[in-house]
């Protein structure tokens, strides 16, 4: 959404959309509402007139808009956002959804089913046909809406910048609400961050190594590209946080929640990840190398391209998981539940799959007749011969 705070001294919205009005980019009446729409029409003019198109009005935007600027060649429509679509766009969507209160996911610019059942919540809430897209009539409807007020604590987001010693002094005993805080590159290592609640809040490329995050809510948090190794996660709640890119070795995640995380490429080597959830969980890429999983769940977890190497799963829980294409040498699957698990094109080299559950998982064509696990790839298992089916 455009903002009036990015606009020049002495621009108001209005003046500013009549003006693109008059020079053909902006198609509504002017109503002084800095919507998608105008933001749309912004761009479109920067890209007739040669600036670079990133929606905000400096000086040199305006001295084109005053000046002979080139008309556009064809009226310019607010997008439609729809399931499958993404980019800035969809970004801005989902933070005025957020706004609003409609919106409890992980703002991520993608245009899912989180945000398609919220743009539905939004139409029925304003008598809107309950579509699940976002067209001009839910964007002018969205620009003017109220504002959902903050959460969170103003002053714990002040003090938590201070450092870890002011941080730390400062929170002794206080229950602290963090819900929707916008937190990216915080800087807090060795905090005490227990017990705290940050449904839905920001923590991109932060450095959080060593921080006490024990029995914290970070559902639908966005840890992207974060640094909390050797953190303390041990029963916090982050399901369906983002953990894309972000770095967890040896961090303690026991008995933690871990459902549905997006965990492209995260980094958990040496991880203790015991008695976990991660129902669910896509960990493509993931990094699992020597990690320590006794009793976790991983039922449904699609973990394409992993690295798990030497890992402990004694007594995990892999029912309809997706181990494809994964490195799964030396790892410890005794007593496991591997009922319908895809190896495809895996590497189980010395793992031990001794008295576990394996009905419908998928290995390779053992020989004529043998049929019993769906064969069908190539994976190299070379327990097959102690268990009599080579």
């Known amino acids: 959404m455009l903002k009036p705070k990015i606009l020049p001294d002495g621009v108001t919205v209005t003046a500013l959309q009549t003006a693109l009005h008059e020079a053909g980019f902006f198609k509504d009446a002017p109503d002084g509402v800095p919507g998608l729409s105008t933001r749309a029409a912004v761009i479109a003019f920067q890209e007739a007139n040669g600036l670079s198109p990133d929606g905000i009005v400096r000086e ?33 969507l989902q933070k005025d959804l957020k706004g609003a209160g409609f919106f409890d996911a992980v703002v991520d610019g993608i245009f899912g089913p989180d945000t398609r059942d919220a743009v539905i919540a939004f139409q029925k809430a304003n008598s809107l046909t309950p579509n699940g897209i976002a067209g001009a009539e839910v964007l002018k409807a969205l620009a003017s809406a109220p504002k959902k007020a903050p959460t969170w604590d103003e002053e714990a987001l002040q003090m938590i910048r201070q450092g870890q010693d002011a941080w730390n002094e400062w929170r002794a005993g206080r229950p602290i609400n963090l819900e929707g805080a916008q937190l990216d590159r915080l800087r807090l290592p060795g905090g005490d961050l227990s017990g705290i609640n940050f449904k839905g809040a920001s923590l991109r490329g932060c450095f959080l190594q060593k921080v006490n995050f024990t029995g914290a809510n970070l559902t639908a948090a966005n840890l992207t590209g974060s640094n909390l190794m050797e953190s303390d996660i041990s029963k916090a709640d982050l399901t369906k946080a983002c953990l894309n890119s972000t770095l967890l070795c040896g961090a303690n995640l026991e008995r933690a929640k871990m459902q549905g995380i997006d965990g492209f490429e995260v980094n958990l080597r040496l991880a203790n990840l015991s008695r976990a959830n991660l129902s669910n969980a896509k960990l493509m890429g993931a990094n699992l190398i020597e990690v320590r999983a006794a009793k976790c769940k991983m039922t449904k977890a699609i973990c394409i391209r992993a690295s798990m190497s030497n890992a402990d799963f004694t007594g995990s829980d892999f029912h309809g998981a997706s181990l494809c294409n994964s490195r799964l040498e030396f790892i410890n699957f005794s007593r496991c539940n591997l009922r319908e698990v895809d190896f495809t094109h895996s590497s189980l080299i010395s793992s031990n799959l001794a008295a576990l559950i394996l009905p419908g998982a998928r290995f390779l064509e053992l020989a004529p007749g043998v049929s019993t696990w769906k064969v069908q790839t190539r994976a190299i298992c070379s327990c097959l011969p102690a268990m009599g089916l080579a």
Do not use: H, Q, S
């Open 60 to 92: 040199e935007f305006m001295r084109a808009l005053g000046g002979t600027p080139r008309k556009a060649p064809r009226a310019v429509e607010p997008p439609v956002l729809k399931i499958l679509t993404g980019g800035p766009a969809v970004t801005a």
